[in-house]
T-cell receptor, first 111, second 113 residues
Framework: DVKVTQSSRYLVKRTGEKVFLECVQD?????MFWYRQDPGLGLRLIYF???????EKGDIPEGYSVSREKKERFSLILESASTNQTSMYLC??????????FGSGTRLTVV | GQQLNQSPQSMFIQEGEDVSMNCTSS?????WLWYKQDPGEGPVLLIA?????ELTSNGRLTAQFGITRKDSFLNISASIPSDVGIYFC?????????????FGTGTRLQVTL
C-alpha cells in the first residue's frame, strides 16, 4: 500500500514564525498536493506539484510556498505564520489516474 | 476556486438506519469519487465512478454518478457506529494525471446506538 507520511500530527507556532510542514510518499509518485481543511469549507487546494522542482498554485496559495527538491518529499512553507492559518493540513499523493492517498494530517495552531 | 456543494452538512442517525447524501456542481465532471475521513485521520477513498449513470457498490455503500454529470449520490445502508466520520465527494474534469480533484464541503455523520 502507498504510504503518505506527514512529519507532525500537531504543531503550535507563534505568529510571525516560519513554519515547515513535511510530507513524504514511498511510491515514486509524480503528483503531490497540499490541502487545508476547515469546518464547513471542505478541502481546499493550496499548492500541487507534478514532478521534482515543479509546482503550481492551487485555489488558496496566498501566504504559502512549497518545495519539491526530491520526488518523494513535498514541503509546505508558511513564510510568516498568522492566526488565520490555524487549520488541518493534508498532504496527498496521486495513486493513479483517479485517486489520491492522503496523509494523516497536521493540525497547526498559530498563537 | 470551485467547490462542490454537499448536503446535508451533518447528520445524526440511529444505528441501523440508512443514510443518503449528495453532491452537486455547477459544472460537469468526468469522474466522481467518494472519500471518508475518520476522526484524526486523512480521507480514504471509498468509491470511484467513471461514467454518467454508473451505480457502484462497496459493501453497504452505494454511489451513483448523476446522468447530468453535475451530481453524485452516496447511500449507506444499515449504518453502524464505525460509519462515523466526514464524507467528502470529489470531482475530476480531465482524465490525465495532470487533472486535479475538486472536493466537496463534507457531510459529517454521527451514529447513535
Amino acid at each position: 500500500d502507498v504510504k503518505v507520511t506527514q512529519s507532525s500530527r500537531y504543531l503550535v507556532k507563534r505568529t510571525g514564525e516560519k513554519v515547515f510542514l513535511e510530507c513524504v510518499q514511498d511510491m515514486d509518485h509524480e503528483n503531490m498536493f497540499w490541502y487545508r481543511q476547515d469546518p464547513g469549507l471542505g478541502l481546499r487546494l493550496i499548492y500541487f506539484s507534478y514532478d521534482v522542482k515543479m509546482k503550481e498554485k492551487g485555489d488558496i496559495p496566498e501566504g504559502y510556498s512549497v518545495s519539491r527538491e526530491k520526488k518523494e518529499r513535498f514541503s509546505l512553507i508558511l513564510e510568516s505564520a498568522s492566526t488565520n492559518q490555524t487549520s488541518m493540513y493534508l498532504c496527498a499523493s496521486r495513486t493513479n489516474h483517479y485517486g489520491y492517498t492522503f496523509g494523516s494530517g497536521t493540525r497547526l495552531t498559530v498563537v | 476556486g470551485q467547490q462542490l456543494n454537499q448536503s446535508p452538512q451533518s447528520m445524526f442517525i440511529q444505528e441501523g438506519e440508512d443514510v443518503s447524501m449528495n453532491c452537486t456542481s455547477s459544472s460537469i465532471f468526468n469522474t466522481w469519487l467518494w472519500y471518508k475521513q475518520d476522526p484524526g485521520e486523512g480521507p480514504v477513498l471509498l468509491i470511484a465512478l467513471y461514467k454518467a449513470g454508473e451505480l457502484t457498490s462497496n459493501g453497504r455503500l452505494t454511489a451513483q454518478f448523476g446522468i447530468t454529470r453535475k451530481d453524485s449520490f452516496l447511500n449507506i445502508s444499515a449504518s453502524i457506529p464505525s460509519d462515523v466520520g466526514i464524507y467528502f465527494c470529489a470531482g475530476q474534469k480531465g482524465t490525465g494525471t495532470a487533472s486535479k480533484l475538486t472536493f466537496g464541503t463534507g457531510t459529517r455523520l454521527q451514529v447513535t446506538l
